[in-house]
């Protein structure tokens, strides 16, 4: 995939707002999408999926936006909190062996 | 503590000595991953167990590369004659085989090749 060297996308939001991770996905087969979290020094922390037959899903605090038509996916958190500040990626599994291709992480900066 | 666990979570070596690290995953889980992941870059896929039979590689994966899952629980990864550039953190998932397709990482292992 495209490198984006030591230099990850950042969004930086004021605690209690909302947030909106942006995600585009490369393969029209994809067939399954999660969203992780990974903070500094550990392992992707699964947040949500969707599948390609629904447009949305609800979490906790947390949305998830499916459009195959433009090939995006979102992340929505509600009322972002300190805790929330992470690297975020995107995963698409094409296939039957569910191997995940990840996309470029966006990291999120919550301000207090 | 029932999710995945690496050991070593850090390890240093000099460039060609081998290396091995561990993986085990939620015990109900056939499925097992390993993925690299480099500073700044998502996870990449390198290998799939399905039970004790690794079904799929990755391109990425050298001659130098092996793992192993040999009675579909804990699985190893090993490199042979370590270069600089495999220096990343190496990333275990494991999931089940019916139901959904989340995989659940553990914390990594991270080499640093001197």
């Known amino acids: 995939g495209e490198s984006v060297g030591l230099h990850l996308p950042t969004l930086s939001v004021q605690e209690g707002d909302n947030s909106i991770i942006n995600c585009a996905y490369s393969?029209?087969?994809?067939?399954?999408f999660i969203w992780y979290k990974q903070e500094s020094g550990k392992g992707p922390q699964f947040i949500i999926d969707?599948?390609?037959?629904?447009d949305k899903r609800q979490g906790q605090r947390v949305t998830v936006l499916l459009n195959k038509t433009v090939k995006h996916l979102s992340l929505q958190i509600a009322a972002t909190q300190p805790g929330d500040s992470a690297v975020y990626f995107c995963?698409?599994?094409?296939?039957?062996?569910?191997?995940?291709?990840f996309g470029k992480g966006i990291t999120l900066s919550v301000r207090p | 503590d029932t999710g995945v666990s690496q050991n070593p979570r850090h390890k240093i070596t000099k460039r060609g000595q081998n290396v091995t690290f561990r993986c085990d995953p939620i015990?109900?889980?056939?499925?097992l991953y390993w993925y690299r992941q480099t500073l700044g870059q998502g996870p990449e896929f390198l290998t799939y167990?399905?039970?004790?039979?690794?079904?799929?590689k990755s391109r990425l994966l050298s001659d130098r590369f092996s793992a192993e899952r040999p009675k579909g629980s804990f699985s190893t990864l090993e490199i042979q004659r370590t270069e600089q550039g495999d220096s990343a953190m190496y990333l275990c998932?494991?999931?089940?085989?019916?139901?959904?397709?989340?995989?659940?990482f553990g914390p990594g292992t991270r080499l640093t090749v001197t």
């Open positions: 998932a494991s999931s089940l085989r019916t139901g959904g397709y989340e995989q659940y």
């Open positions: 393969n029209s087969a994809s067939d399954y």
């Open positions: 969707i599948r390609s037959n629904m």
């Open positions: 995963a698409e599994n094409t296939g039957a062996n569910s191997k995940l291709t």
């Open positions: 015990s109900e889980h056939n499925r």
């Open positions: 167990f399905q039970n004790e039979a690794q079904l799929e």
